[in-house]
């Protein structure tokens, strides 16, 4: 993987590439950005700004002062802004951010082309990968020479690339899980196809729990038995016939010797 190259220009008073006159808190805060003073470098190039909100210098060294910062978002916010003051075309899904300030200002090519190069930095860092390939594919066409710009749009369209694959690759998966899912619900209901046809009753028939004050079935016996039973009880019933026999007997013969009136 190539190296990703980072342009970050700091652009002094003396400097050709705007031909605005820079105020004394613009070259304040170029001497802080030097020195790695970034709190005092922002506040120095706001404060150029409240004086003069058409300053090209402060708003493009504002932006990598905000950038050195790791405020990312806000210096993308304010090189859109810069772009879209110059009259220069920005991505739609810029088109809902808030610059902070609005003031038409005139810019060379070459400074927005260095401009869309850092925009392109800026929205590279956050992985917004499309919008990094259309920030850096307009700065070479203002500057089609740019070495390093062109560097950078490789390495943005690659990571573009294996994110878009990476996503194709996701929804696959998730497709096949889904699929996956449908098939085996599907298979399930072919395994059984009259579950839904089985007979009522059946569960009905099945023995439920015996309640506790219900009888326990008699046990099963041979026939053999069977027979030694029934003829225990004829026995005893022929006992208890010949002892009926017996009482009526003594009771008859005890009325012959009763005397009569």
């Known amino acids: 993987m190539k190296r990703l190259l980072i342009l970050i220009i700091v652009l002094f008073s ?3 590439l705007f031909a605005q006159k820079e ?17 005092k470098a922002e506040l120095d190039y706001r404060r150029a700004l409240e004086k003069d909100s058409t300053s090209v210098t ?12 790791k405020n990312v978002q806000g210096a993308e916010q304010m090189a859109v802004g810069l772009l879209k003051s110059a009259g220069a075309k920005t991505s739609d899904k810029d088109s809902t ?3 902070e300030t609005s003031a038409p200002v005139s810019m060379s090519p070459e400074n927005m082309a260095k401009t869309y190069h850092n925009l392109g930095n800026f929205t590279l860092n956050q992985k917004k990968y499309s919008e990094a390939v259309e920030a850096y594919k307009n700065s070479l066409r203002l500057n089609p020479k ?19 694959d990476k996503q194709n690759k996701q929804n696959q998966d998730q497709n096949k899980d889904q699929n996956k899912d449908q098939n085996k619900d599907q298979n399930k209901d ?9 007979d009522p009753n059946k569960d009905q028939n099945k023995d439920p729990e015996k ?7 008699p046990p099963k016996i041979t026939p053999q038995a069977a027979q030694q039973m029934l003829q225990a009880i ?5 006992e208890t016939q010949d002892k009926v026999k017996k009482e009526k007997a003594k009771l008859l013969e005890s009325r012959k010797n009763e005397k009569n009136w």
């Open 190 to 198: 072919k395994k059984d196809p009259d579950k839904d046809k089985q």
């Open 23 to 39: 105020r004394w808190q613009v070259r304040a805060g170029n001497r802080a950005y030097e020195n790695a003073k970034y709190q």
């Open 234 to 238: 004829q026995n005893k019933e022929n």
């Open 14 to 16: 003396i400097s050709p």
């Open 97 to 99: 951010t808030t610059s």
């Open 146 to 164: 740019d070495m390093e710009t062109k560097a950078n749009l490789a390495y943005a369209q690659k990571m573009l690339k294996d994110q878009q």
């Open 58 to 69: 402060a708003k493009y060294n504002l932006a990598n002062t905000m950038y050195r910062q």
């Open 211 to 217: 309640p506790q004050n219900q009888q326990a079935p």
